[in-house]
């Protein structure tokens, strides 16, 4: 049941290894985090692993639910005409699907077809231009990702239909008539890492493990979270954009696992009122082309400012001071809904404010070093980004934003959050994170924002009008609340 093991892939062994294949599948990803891609003949696909194909543009000139946005944006739009983009396949990403009949997967990259440069929104392509940053200098970035999500039961709209038919589109079927909340949870109450829980659903928690494994994208962790049916996966860390591909991919293994067994993985931030969100934590370090990790300090520094970074390296320092100054400059990625910021509230363990710690499990960042970890394992936990953010983006931000601490060697500029202070009290120190998405966008579209000097004006305007399409989305909208609170009263 290990993870997929393979030589390299090369253009040369393309046909080898294909040799029993007649399809291949293939997906790129979209601003969203969310998987586009088609099935195609191994014929077609021979032909165009080298140079690539024509991609529609269009799925970054709407949104998750293929509406397109108000606002014309540049990449994609009607006066282009939605024009294809390149999509080259990259064959290092290369896994079979064992829900699937085991039929080849590959990931694609999107590219200009009049430059020939990566598309500026590219997820896969904006991390490799941030790792790219790093290479140069000799260095490398390593990850791990932590998702919690909620479960539901897909309720059949006829009771004689096979489980297989109870799938995520009956549960949308099901929310089109009922109120949200009368869909019930794979299990009811809060008990966080039982051991019996998981029994109740035996096979469905198994195959989500074991489908993990043979697709690359590998659990190291695996328990059940306090909440109603609520799972949480530490995935297996490795090197940052071999990281993202995995967390991209991990909600797809237990959609799709989920399927077969009539129940409905949720991933959005919050899904029910009065109860912990759905967070989906980032580790992060940096290393040298040896695989050191440069994080950890190889004396105590006795004088240090805090006693917190005691064990830290200088660039680690730096690196902190950076995600500290920016963070809040970039939180439409690392928050991107409207239901994000439903999250991140005060007193349900989610951070609120641009906050540190050593061992802090409050605080935005989570500096994770000696004495209570090796000093190999010395990272940054990004806490603030929720289930529902896209990696490639939340791993392209807290790397772009760190490296730009070490470039100019940024100090750290506020004291850690001390043990037992709540986040957001009087003894927090950290200015408040944007309360809503609009807060949050207007921030991040600024001339002077910090994710202009990192990623650039076209990402920035582009993005940035995709969230403006989410709220306007949300100023319209009148929500169940509204209506039982005033129908009668006003």
Known sequence: MSEQKQDEVTIESLPKLLE?????????????????????????????????????????????????????????????????????????????IPWEDDVPFFLVSFFDPDSGKPVSVCPRGILKTTVDKL??????????????????????????????????????????????????????????????????????????????????????????????????????????????????????????????????????????????????????????????????????DTEAKYKDIENLSDIGRHFLAGLLEGLPDIMPIVAPTINSYKRLVENFWAPVTVSWGLEHRAASIRLIAPPTSKPGATRFEVRVPGADANPFYVLSAILALGWRGVEKKLEIKQPPLGKGQDVGGKADPGIRLAKSLKEATERFMRPESIAREVFGDEFVEHYGGTREHEIRLWDEAVTDWEVRRYIETV
């Open 20 to 96: 029993n294949d007649t399809k291949v599948k293939l997906a790129g990803v979209d601003v969203d985090g969310l998987l586009r891609g088609k099935l195609i003949s191994k014929k077609k696909f021979l032909g165009i692993a080298k140079e690539g194909f024509g991609f529609c543009s269009v799925i970054f000139g709407w949104d998750m639910h293929d509406q397109t946005y108000f606002r014309e944006l540049k990449i994609s739009n009607a006066e282009n005409g939605y024009h294809d983009l390149i999509a080259i396949p990259d064959l290092s990403s290369f896994r079979r």
């Open 135 to 300: 290479h140069a200098k000799g260095y490398g970035a390593m990850a791990g990702a932590e998702y919690e999500f909620f479960q539901f039961k897909a309720p059949p709209s006829d009771s004689n239909a096979p489980l297989s038919e109870r799938n995520n589109s009956s549960t949308a079927t099901f929310l089109r008539d009922n109120p949200v909340n009368t869909l019930p949870s794979l299990t009811e109450g809060m008990f966080g890492y039982s051991l019996t829980r998981p029994v109740h659903n035996q096979e469905y928690y198994y195959g989500i493990f074991d489908a993990c494994e043979k697709f690359n994208c590998g659990i190291e962790g695996w328990h059940t979270e306090s909440g109603p049916g609520v799972f949480e996966a530490a995935l297996s860390f490795g090197e940052i954009q071999q990281m993202a591909d995995k967390a991209g991919l991990f909600k797809y293994v237990v959609k799709s696992v989920a399927t077969k067994y009539g129940i409905t993985p949720c991933f959005m931030a919050k899904p029910r009122q009065g109860l912990p969100g759905n967070s989906g934590h980032m580790h992060v370090s940096i290393v040298d082309k040896d695989g050191k990790n440069l994080f950890a300090r190889e004396k105590k």
